[in-house]
């Protein structure tokens, strides 16, 4: 190799970086005192040599293709690497359309961007090499499934000629034994032909002997040769076949034309959205949570990813939601309608609709629904029963029922002397009730039978009651009462009392309400207070929830709490009716001035497929129904 600057052929033992030439020992001590060239970069040739392309490029960087200077600079703006000259001249930054930053800082925000990019592209590439496994596995079990498919037809096919067979030779045995029994008849018959045939020949025979004989010699014989010739001919046995010598096979013309119409098996593409149907309530309010169920109806694999559902409100906007899961590994999805009309869900898998979609669920307003009149003198409470009819109690020994349409259907009658107050409707179908007129809470069943006696131990009357049936514990406040008490259903006896009389936190003055929410915490409703308590299923004070006042949000002399399956909370008081969250936050009030809520008492939750509410209304004697 020539030595770039002499040309001579001396071993050459340099290149220069910024000369971009091969330098011979000479010529690159020449090389170094020169001032000019001091700043230059030599490396040795072995090194140089050794280098990879890429790293024979990293020695020498581009340089501006304007101004041939060391591209130091980034141009924010025209996305371009740039030289302190093109700073100057084309892409200054006076006239605010070019923004330059040093070519560091922005090599440094390009890997943090390839950086970001390559996690991205990573994930994007994990999740396709998932999607190929799963595929590369489905066309697998595309071939096991085809395969399978070919050999149950084959099986079915033999079992159906195995079948056939075993006819064919049914019939044929058949045929052999009738043919037996036939031919043997004629077997007989024939026998008996040829045995008469015999001897006749014999006679005749006999007979043609003598006339060939002398004279004297056939009249000897001739009488009985005559007499026995002419007894057989005189009876002549029947001549007709005693069999008809014929066997029928009858072909089945229903049964072949059947065979040529039915087809022995059906292949079919499963499809997913044929295993699947939706299932939903057919009635909600404005603004409800909906819940729809995506079910298997048949073995077959489904994944969150084949699955989508749009929802088509009133207004006719649609909006795509979002596939969800529960512990068992079920689908459903869930929306909410802000307008009265019909509400459409859609949900597919694999772009084909599965059974029962589109879903059409009727969106009803929150509003009054219907007032009930009741014929009595006070009303204090209501229930709904298992054939959604209501049960008012008045103040009396008899409970009247109505239905929800307003109808009166019968009553309940107790004992003289009972005054049945607050109820509380259980599983099994009786009644726990607070008998005004007495200490104890009650237990009867729909005949007015009185069964049991709970509240043994208190010393004030029970009047608000709450059954938990899981712990089969009775809760019971009543008016001008300090505490709740808790008595066990099983022996009717106090188990704790909770609370203290007074005003501060966790203190009670005339328990006017008692429930328990779906975590199985204690809601007590403070009338002397006006408020809402919470406490733990000990009966440890947590909160208040819902504090005093007139104005929507607060309470004013509170007379019922019940509790929703959301966890909601709806409470009456002076003059209205109002649904709050689980941790006491202000939803809304469900009445409105003209639905004229007077001094209202009991509250029954009737319907959650709309939402459902029954208020026992004391000041006009009648029980108002609302959507909520």
């Known amino acids: 190799m020539k030595c770039s600057v002499c040309e001579k052929e001396r071993q050459v033992k340099y290149y220069c970086q910024d000369c971009r030439q ?61 030289c302190v000259n093109c700073i100057l001249m084309d892409h200054n930054a006076w006239d605010g359309k070019h923004k330059s930053i040093n070519i560091s800082d922005a090599f440094q925000t390009f890997k943090e961007t390839s950086a970001t990019l390559e996690k991205s592209a990573q994930r994007f590439i994990n999740k396709l090499e998932g999607g ?56 007989v018959q024939m026998d008996e032909f040829k045995a008469i045939l015999s001897d006749i020949k014999t006679k005749l025979s006999f007979l043609n002997q003598l006339l060939k004989s002398n004279e004297g010699t056939a009249m000897q014989s001739s009488e009985p040769v005559i007499t026995a010739l002419r007894d057989r ?15 029928y096979y009858f072909i089945n013309k229903r049964q072949m034309t059947s065979l040529r119409q039915c087809a022995i098996g059906t292949v079919k593409d499963f499809r997913a959205a044929d295993c699947l149907t939706l299932k939903g309530e057919e009635s909600v309010i404005t603004d409800q949570t909906i819940i729809v169920k995506i079910i298997k109806t048949d ?15 009133p207004t006719g906007e649609t909006k795509i939601s979002q596939i969800q899961e529960d512990d068992n590994g079920d689908y ?17 898998a694999d772009d084909e609709s599965v059974n029962q979609s589109p879903m059409t669920i009727k969106v009803e307003e929150g509003r009054l629904v219907n007032t009930i009149k009741i014929n009595a003198t006070y009303i204090r409470d209501v229930v709904k029963c298992e ?72 010393k004030n009357t029970p009047r608000k009651i709450h059954v938990d049936e899981t712990s089969n514990v009775l809760y019971a406040g009543g008016w001008f009462s300090s505490c709740v008490y808790m008595f066990d259903m099983n022996n009717g006896k106090t188990i704790r009392t909770i609370g203290s009389e007074g005003t501060k936190e966790g203190q009670m003055s005339d ?89 209202p008492e009991g509250l029954s939750i009737i ?22």
């Open 387 to 458: 054939d959604d009819s209501l049960l008012v109690s008045c103040w009396t020994n008899e409970m009247l029922k109505y239905k929800q349409s307003g109808e009166y259907i019968g009553k309940v009658t107790l004992p003289q002397g009972v005054e049945v107050y607050r109820m509380y409707k259980m599983k099994n179908g009786n009644i726990a009730f607070s008998d005004y007129n007495n200490t104890p809470i009650r237990i009867c069943n729909m005949n007015g039978q009185l069964i049991k006696t709970i509240s043994e131990g208190a």
């Open 299 to 313: 073995e077959h694999e489904k994944y969150a990813n084949q699955l989508k559902a749009t929802w088509t409100q």
């Open 233 to 247: 001919i005189n009876e002549l046995p029947k001549t007709e076949p005693d069999d008809n010598g014929e066997i």
């Open 332 to 348: 459903f999805v869930t929306g909410k309608c802000t307008s009265p009309g019909v509400c459409k869900l859609d949900v597919s």
């Open 511 to 599: 328990v006017s309400d008692v429930t328990l929410t779906n975590q199985g915490h204690l809601l007590v409703l403070d009338k002397g207070n006006s408020r809402l308590q919470l406490f733990n299923n000990e009966g440890r004070f947590i909160k208040v929830l819902v504090e005093a006042g007139d104005e929507d949000g607060k309470v004013n002399s509170p007379s019922s709490v019940v509790v929703d399956e959301d966890d909601n909370i709806i409470i009456s008081s002076q003059h209205k009716l109002q649904i709050f969250s689980s941790d006491g936050t202000f939803i809304k009030r469900i009445d409105k001035p003209e639905d004229r809520i007077n001094d």
């Open 132 to 187: 190929l496994k799963a595929v590369i596995h489905n066309a697998a079990k595309l071939q096991q499934n085809k395969d399978t498919c070919l050999i149950d037809i084959d099986n079915h096919v033999d079992e159906i000629f195995k079948k056939v067979k075993e006819n064919r030779d049914k019939m044929k045995n058949e045929v052999e034994t009738i043919y037996k029994r036939k031919k043997k008849v004629n077997d």
């Open 22 to 82: 091969y330098l011979c020992s000479t010529c690159s001590d020449q090389h170094k005192r020169y001032t000019l060239f001091v700043n230059h970069k030599l490396h040795l040739l072995e090194d140089v040599q050794s280098m990879s392309p890429s790293e024979m490029t990293l020695l020498h960087p581009p340089l501006c293709s304007h101004h041939s200077k060391p591209l130091e600079f980034y141009c924010t703006d025209c996305k371009t690497p740039i």
């Open 607 to 628: 319907s959650y497929h709309p939402r459902r509410l029954a208020v026992a209304n004391t000041g006009d004697k009648t029980v108002k129904i609302f959507n909520y």
